[in-house]
Each structure stands twice: as structure tokens, then as C-alpha cells.
């Protein structure tokens, strides 16, 4: 059986918080507003991962209202998708992501992102890309007001 799962995150930029994509830091002068750490792409990789395997979203597994989760690390809370995920029985194929940010540049810093989200999935750096572009100046991600990821997985599972 495989399965193709979708992730999407949008967070705000804010002053007085780190800016941490795929597990990484990123030095810039804002950073995710979030429940959590905010790291914008990890909860996209989640929710891609959760979709595909039908058993739920982030949301749903961390309720952004339960007061446990506020500064979470989301490395930690993908950890735990992941295995649930592993136990039901899926395989990841690959990830296909992309991050939607205007400032700082992300190329840099890429590999780095990929090898973070390949070993907090305990997967080769060959299953995970990821790609950024730029919000064209156009709002919120253009303005510097936000930051989006996209996140597709495939998932394979023996019958």
C-alpha cells in the first residue's frame, strides 16, 4: 500500500523568539510565534506524515491548548509521530518540502536542514528535500510578516 500525506504550517514572525526551521537555528531577528518552538517546517513534515498514515494531524495530537506543549520542541513531537507512525507499519519514501520565507536566505543553510529532518526520522539524507522561495515581497511571507512550509510524503506499507 502507499500513501501520499500533504503537511501545511504558516506561523508569524516575531521579535524575541528563535526563528528554528527543520530543527535548525537560524540567526535573524525574528522568529515562529507559536504554541511550540514554531518550527514551521517540522509541523508540516508532522501533519505529511500523520495524513498519509491516517492516523490524524498535529492538532489533534498536541492540542495547542494543553498548556504541556507551550515551547515544546518539535523535534521531540515529530519523535513521537514518527513512532507511531513506524509502528503502525509505514516506510517513508521520501519528503518533498518547501519553505516559504523571504529573509534570512535559507540556501546556506539547506543541507544542514536536511540532515537535521533525515535524523530525527531515522532516515537517509536521500529521502528528504527541501527547497525555499521567497514571498515576492507580496504579504504576509514577502512583507517578513510570516513563514510557510508545504510538505508532501509518500509512505509505503507491506499488506
Not at 511550540?36 to 508540516?44: E, F, P, Q, R
Not at 503502525?88 to 529573509?103: F, H, I, R
Request: a negative charge; glycine letters at 10%.
Amino acid at each position: 500500500m502507499i500513501r501520499v500525506g500533504l503537511g501545511y504550517d504558516l506561523h508569524r514572525l516575531v521579535e524575541g523568539r528563535k526563528l528554528i526551521i527543520g530543527g535548525v537555528d537560524f540567526p535573524f531577528e525574528k522568529g515562529e510565534d507559536g504554541h511550540s518552538d514554531g518550527d514551521v517546517l517540522l509541523h508540516a513534515v508532522t501533519d505529511a506524515l500523520l495524513g498519509a498514515s491516517g492516523l490524524g494531524d498535529i492538532g489533534s495530537y498536541f492540542p495547542p491548548e494543553d498548556p504541556q506543549w507551550k515551547n515544546a520542541d518539535s523535534a521531540k513531537l515529530l519523535q513521537a509521530v514518527w513512532k507511531d507512525v513506524l509502528d503502525e507499519g509505514w516506510k517513508l519514501e521520501n519528503l518533498d518540502c518547501v519553505v516559504k520565507l523571504e529573509k534570512p536566505k535559507f540556501l546556506p543553510k539547506r543541507q544542514e536542514v536536511i540532515s537535521s529532518i533525515a535524523k530525527i526520522l531515522g532516515v537517509e539524507n536521500e529521502r528528504v528535500f527541501v527547497k525555499a522561495k521567497t514571498g515576492e515581497k507580496l504579504p504576509p511571507v514577502g512583507t517578513g510578516d510570516a513563514i510557510e512550509a508545504y510538505v508532501v510524503c509518500l509512505l509505503n506499507k507491506a499488506d
